[in-house]
């Protein structure tokens, strides 16, 4: 009997072997990658295997590749997902079906569609940046948030955290965002650059009141390339989109570090059929390496809800809410620290700092289309209430009393967008045709005020009412901008030639009613100057405006159908507007200065390597600056750059993965004009070359690091005289995250790892550093952050799948 049960057991294992090594020699592994026709990864498409006798599905990864068992028999392949031209191919039982490239069309580009190519195909005109950048790194600055841009843009901070961050780019400063061409920022399509501010056209101080870890993605536009965008565009559009809702019911991050940070985000995001929500904190605090604390504190609440009626519909709003405190130890004069008179992270002014509160509501509608259409619309309304204290000069004007100033800026900003986007056949090539306007209204109370330890009453006192260096200035400002633009892309040849051509025009209006009270203006109707400086003052009133058309034209040519190269040319018209205050003192000054960018290049995106290669040229006009520190104004001649951008994408491993980037200025001019020693007069006060790399490790036993590295050139702060220049610096960072458990991860995070002395902004003007003091022309600078460590535990509960 047990004979006969040990054959039955042997002869069962038998079959179950054969069985199994059978039905392992029927199936085959259908794996590779889907691109669009110019070599675009393409995530999250859908792929539907139909076979004999069942259906399979498998969706592509964040780099389009996919992998799956299919039996060994001929199948049917159904690619779709959101806006792909659904197609279906077939697959005969010989054919190879591993490490394929698939190909779809889109019906409506992702950039149009603010669904992002999240991985590591490259394109001259476009770079993204997905949420495991802000979700895996501690910031202990908001500034920080700007560093992880890259893309050939330096910025730097003036007052040590509190301010905003000075732009720099493609050879130009920008001071805070808005002048020299600009950088226009958006979140969530809400406008981030204000107009006519009391510190610096296009400033950029309301990303304050944005929280890294709610950060979905970012889209950065190389240039004015997209008719979608105007005022602030002229060297490019950073895009940054919120979630619209979390993956946990609950998170909870806690980090602290060095120079007493303390920084908390919570959130909570329940989980509603066809709801999207969210309600978040941050708390931030840090005292950074400076003698003079910065006392900076931050917080911030925002919040989101969404509902989806269906597949095709949403609406929603969302609010965001936040303030920021902080005093400051402003610029120091570079020679008194090389004499050891100063250490750099002194002060001279103890009062220099700011307060900031801000508050933004808005609500959007989304309605998709069977035919692949599109309508986005959306509104908002944000109140602002800002107050910066600054010295740069110390005692030059006011030798009795310092030349600390008040900057003041409180406005109510209206804005809507139109958008549609209607697909269409053009014998039988994809087209697509989009249609929109924008809307942004500012009333403004927008002042610059004398003070003396935080009191605005230093034009007052005695000796300084009759000084014509001590000026107050204030206005009231309306500032209106109304556009409307179209922009249409033709695809031909199976999607191998991509044509797109736009046009926007958008139409400003100036309002402006205010004085200047220097000290040297006679009096109307008497009365006393300290009640009533009004009026003593010049009168700044007046009502101006005025329009520029602005073409875009954009060609992609992929020639081969295996080989993963595209080439690229790209122009692009960009203004960027004056402060209104400027267009009514001299109504015949430039309302809009306008910036045409050329850009030619080449990517080649192949399945462990994207590189982009990119020349550009960018024209300039001639444009007039209001200076909000001095109440004076400025006229710049016409400005060229020209040089070229090199960008790379490697995956060296499974789960290492490098990236880099240079943009070189080769030359920027200004063309016919000359400095005092006959060569050409040169635009200062940027770095001609701007490089990053990344070193990144992902998902390895539930590690996840990076070490990046940014570096910057010297560069001249002053157009004739070569000598005078800013240091470069080159900084690396260090951030590593650790999941014990799928609720639990630690952070640790070191910025500036080789503890380099650097400055991150440098300017070079005259100041008096004491009443007796000699005046000297010199290089001021605010000094980056030495060796900074963050730890941190993030929570979360909950997950929702």
């Known amino acids: 009997m047990s004979h006969l049960l040990t054959r039955s057991i042997v002869f069962a294992s038998a079959l179950l ?31 539907k295997i139909e076979t004999s006798d069942k259906t399979l599905t498998v969706v592509t990864d964040s780099e389009g590749r996919f992998s799956i068992a299919v039996p060994d028999e001929s199948f049917s392949v159904t690619i779709s997902g959101k806006n792909i031209e659904t197609q279906t191919r077939m697959f005969a039982r010989g054919d190879k079906i591993d490490d394929l490239q698939l190909k779809i069309k889109y019906i409506v580009p992702p950039i149009s569609e603010n669904v992002v190519i999240e991985a590591d195909s490259l394109t001259p005109e476009v770079e993204n940046r997905n949420d495991s950048v802000y979700r895996n790194n501690l910031f202990g600055r908001d500034d920080q948030l700007i560093f992880t841009l890259n893309a050939g843009i330096n910025a730097g901070q003036h007052e040590g955290g509190g301010k905003s961050l000075e732009i720099r780019r493609f050879g130009f400063n920008l001071d805070h965002g808005g002048v020299n061409g600009g950088l226009k920022i958006l979140v969530d399509n809400v406008q981030q650059n204000q107009g006519t501010q009391g510190h610096g056209q296009g400033y950029l101080g309301a990303l304050k009141s944005l929280t890294p870890e709610l950060v979905q993605d970012v889209s950065i536009i190389n240039g004015p390339f997209s008719a979608a965008y105007g005022d602030f565009s002229g060297l490019g559009v950073v895009q940054i989109r919120q979630k619209e809702s979390l993956p946990d019911v609950f998170t909870l991050r806690l980090q602290g570090g060095s120079f007493g940070t303390f920084r908390t985000f919570a959130a909570i995001s329940p989980k509603i059929n066809n ?69 750099r992270f002194d002060a001279i002014d103890p009062e220099n700092g700011g307060r900031v509160r801000l508050g933004t509501l808005s609500g959007y509608f989304r309605q998709e289309f069977k035919s692949g259409a599109t309508f986005k619309a959306d509104a908002f309304v944000g109140r602002s209430l800002f107050d910066l204290f600054s010295n740069f000069t110390f005692f030059l004007s006011d030798p009795v009393y310092g030349d600390e100033i008040q900057q003041h800026d409180s406005r109510l900003q209206e804005g809507a967008n139109l958008q549609f986007l209607q697909p269409y056949k053009v014998f039988g090539n994809q087209a697509l045709l989009t249609v929109g306007g924008n809307l942004h209204l500012s009333q403004i109370n927008v002042g610059l005020y004398p003070t003396v330890g935080r009191d605005p009453s230093r034009k007052f006192l005695p000796g300084n009412v009759d000084n014509p260096d001590v000026l107050l200035t204030s206005a009231k400002a309306n500032v209106d901008n109304y556009a409307g633009y179209l922009q249409n892309e033709f695809e031909f040849y199976n999607g191998h030639l991509r044509l797109e051509a736009g046009l926007r025009f958008d139409y400003f209006r100036f309002k402006v009613d205010g004085f200047d009270l220097s000290g040297t203006s006679p009096k109307r109707g008497g009365g006393d100057c300290y009640a009533n400086p009004r009026s003593c003052g010049n009168l700044l009133v007046g009502t101006d405006g005025g329009g520029k058309l602005q073409p875009k034209l954009a060609i992609a040519w992929t020639p081969f159908e295996k080989k993963p190269l595209t080439f690229y040319f790209n122009y692009g018209r960009g203004i960027s507007s004056q402060d209104a205050r400027g267009v009514v003192r001299d109504p015949s000054s430039p309302k809009l200065s306008t910036t045409d960018f050329y850009q030619s290049g080449v990517s080649l995106n192949a399945r462990r390597v994207s590189i982009v290669a990119t020349a550009f040229l960018i024209d300039r006009s001639n444009e007039q600056v209001y200076i909000p520190d001095d109440g004076s104004t400025e006229f710049a001649g016409r400005s060229r750059s020209y040089g070229f951008e090199l960008r790379n994408s490697i995956r060296l491993t499974k789960y290492i993965a490098f990236n880099g980037g240079v943009t070189q200025v080769v030359r920027a001019f ?111 600078a605010t000094p980056g952050y030495s060796t900074t460590v963050n730890f941190g535990v993030t929570l979360r509960f909950g997950a929702k799948r």
């Open 670 to 780: 200004y063309p016919g004009q000359f400095a005092a020693d006959a060569t050409r007069l040169i635009v200062d006060s940027a770095p001609h070359t701007v490089a990053n790399a990344g070193l990144v490790l992902s998902g390895l036993r539930g590690f996840n690091a990076s070490l990046n590295w940014r570096s910057i050139s010297s560069y001249r702060l002053d157009g004739d005289d070569r000598t005078i220049r800013a240091a470069g610096n080159d900084v690396v960072d260090f951030a590593l995250t650790k999941r014990l458990k799928n609720w639990i991860d630690l952070n640790f995070s070191v910025d500036n790892l080789l503890n380099k002395h650097y400055f991150e902004t440098q300017n070079y003007f005259e100041s008096r550093t004491c009443p007796t003091c000699d005046v000297i022309a010199r290089i001021h």
């Open 275 to 343: 709801v999207d929500s969210f309600l978040a904190y941050e708390f931030s605090r840090t005292d950074g390496p400076f003698k003079n604390p910065l006392k900076y504190r931050r917080d911030n609440v925002t919040g989101n809800f969404t509902r989806r009626f269906g597949e095709r519909t949403a609406a929603g709003f969302k609010f965001n809410f936040g303030r920021n405190d902080f005093y400051s130890s402003g610029q120091i004069p570079l020679d008194l620290v090389a004499s050891g008179e100063l250490d």
């Open 17 to 47: 072997l054969i069985f199994c090594a059978a039905a392992f020699a029927q199936t085959r592994r259908f794996s590779g990658l889907v691109v669009t026709p110019q070599f675009e990864f393409v995530p999250g498409a859908t792929i």
